[in-house]
Nanobody
Framework: QVHIVESGGGLVQPGGSLRLSCATS????????VGWFRQAPGKEREAVSC????????YYLDSVKGRFTISRHNAEARIYLQMNSLKPEDTAVYYC??????????????WGQGTQVTVSS
């Protein structure tokens, strides 16, 4: 059974940093493309960053480029999202997910319960 659990969210001041962690089980992480998504109140879920399995290509949402870094550690069955220079507009529930690609767009396939990130002074 696929199991995905996100952690590491919280309240942080603008300019601060958080590191989100995603623990996976029930499947072999090596075989999957993965990513982080977020959903703010009243908005649609959007892809923040994805890593494509077969070539390691990494996608970042334009608004997070240079601030966020995705990484995967297959042996640990974990995925991370390092978020620096956080802005209030980064406030959302963040989800870790296995992904599939539709053309060059990564889309969530199986995701966890999410972790809340709130950026506020």
């Amino acid at each position: 059974q696929v199991h995905i659990v996100e952690s590491g969210g919280g309240l942080v001041q603008p300019g601060g940093s958080l590191r989100l962690s995603c623990a996976t089980s029930g499947f072999t992480l090596d075989y999957y493309s993965v990513g982080w998504f977020r959903q703010a109140p009243g908005k649609e879920r959007e892809a923040v960053s994805c890593i494509r399995r077969h070539d390691g290509d990494i996608y970042y949402l334009d608004s997070v480029k240079g601030r966020f870094t995705i990484s995967r550690h297959n042996a640990e069955a974990r995925i991370y999202l390092q978020m620096n220079s956080l802005k209030p507009e980064d406030t959302a529930v963040y989800y870790c997910a296995t992904v599939y690609y539709s053309g060059n767009l990564c889309r969530a396939e199986t995701w966890g319960q999410g972790t809340q990130v709130t950026v506020s002074s």
